[in-house]
């Protein structure tokens, strides 16, 4: 892995119990309830988690400026 992941406490949880489920401690319907997620967006963060790895569990707009961002005062017409 390269470089520095930034995380929010709440992914970091995700990892704690996504690697619970991994290793068969708990079962996703359980992990479900941890993260307080559908079973089916469990199933969806585990692949992206065996894919990635835990950059796959950092919110993709991280980063980027908000789609509903007001323009600079500069920027209107």
Do not use: C, F, W
């Amino acid at each position: 892995m390269k470089g520095l992941i930034t995380m929010s406490s709440k992914e970091a949880n995700r990892i704690a119990v996504l690697d619970k489920l991994l290793d068969g401690i708990i079962r996703q319907k359980q992990a479900a309830r941890q993260l307080g997620l559908s079973t089916r967006q469990v199933r969806r963060l585990r692949e992206r988690y065996d894919k990635e790895g835990a950059t796959g569990l950092v919110h993709k707009n991280r980063g980027k400026p908000s789609n509903n961002k007001v323009p600079d005062k500069g920027l209107l017409l």
